[in-house]
């Protein structure tokens, strides 16, 4: 049998055992987290950087679309105007039948876009050239031209092809 002391001495034991983590463990963790974190961000931001080259390349492919499918419903000239120097692109329609006099197009499709900070058009192929950049016209009663468009960021290439009225997104290497 147990006597009173001994009852009273096992609700203490119980009663004092320490709950929870001490300062030392948390501490650990808290460096094996850190430790990680650092480890996987570099993967982090290469995939975020990626990200935003194909999401800007699908806006210029789907601008281009808008071009052409524009240029064959209101049969007149329309052109996308590629500025290097200002990283940026526009629309513009010509304000006569023969394609001269192109004036910007202002609605959401064809406003100025510029590009992400650290996306840089590469190079411009199959477009015309003129002073403040490049340009491409889609005209209904001429045959439809054929382009492409470089755009990179952190090592990564990516070209948009544009053949007659496709438009298609491809990987480069370096």
Same mark, same amino acid.
């Given at each position: 049998?147990?006597?009173?002391?001994?009852?009273?001495?096992?609700?203490?034991?119980?009663?004092?055992?320490?709950?929870?983590?001490?300062?030392?463990?948390?501490?650990?963790?808290?460096?094996?987290?850190?430790?990680?974190?650092?480890?996987?961000?570099?993967?982090?931001?290469?995939?975020?950087?990626?990200?935003?080259?194909?999401?800007?390349?699908?806006?210029?492919?789907?601008?281009?679309?808008?071009?052409?499918?524009?240029?064959?419903?209101?049969?007149?000239?329309?052109?996308?105007?590629?500025?290097?120097?200002?990283?940026?692109?526009?629309?513009?329609?010509?304000?006569?039948? !023969?394609?001269?006099?192109?004036? @910007?197009?202002?609605? +959401?499709?064809? #406003?100025?876009?510029?590009?992400?900070?650290? %996306?840089? /058009?590469?190079?411009?192929?199959?477009?015309?050239?003129?002073?403040?950049?490049?340009?491409?016209?889609? !005209?209904?009663?001429?045959?439809? @031209?054929?382009?492409? +468009?470089?755009? #990179?960021?952190?090592?990564?290439?990516?070209? %948009?092809? /544009?053949?007659?009225?496709?438009?298609?997104?491809?990987?480069?290497?370096?």
């Amino acid at each position: 049998m147990t006597t009173r002391r001994e009852v009273s001495a096992n609700v203490r034991d119980k009663r004092w055992q320490p709950c929870g983590f001490t300062l030392i463990e948390l501490v650990i963790v808290l460096a094996i987290i850190s430790a990680m974190v650092m480890v996987i961000m570099p993967y982090a931001t290469k995939s975020n950087e990626s990200l935003k080259l194909n999401q800007e390349c699908l806006n210029i492919a789907e601008t281009v679309r808008y071009a052409i499918n524009l240029s064959v419903n209101s049969r007149k000239p329309i052109r996308i105007v590629i500025d290097p120097k200002n990283k940026s692109y526009s629309l513009e329609t010509g304000a006569r039948i !023969d394609g001269q006099n192109f004036k @910007p197009i202002e609605d +959401i499709q064809g #406003s100025t876009h510029y590009l992400g900070r650290n %996306i840089e /058009i590469k190079d411009v192929d199959g477009f015309s050239i003129e002073k403040e950049g490049y340009y491409l016209v889609f !005209d209904p009663a001429r045959a439809w @031209p054929e382009a492409s +468009i470089s755009l #990179s960021n952190s090592g990564t290439i990516k070209i %948009i092809k /544009i053949r007659r009225e496709q438009v298609e997104i491809e990987d480069s290497e370096i």
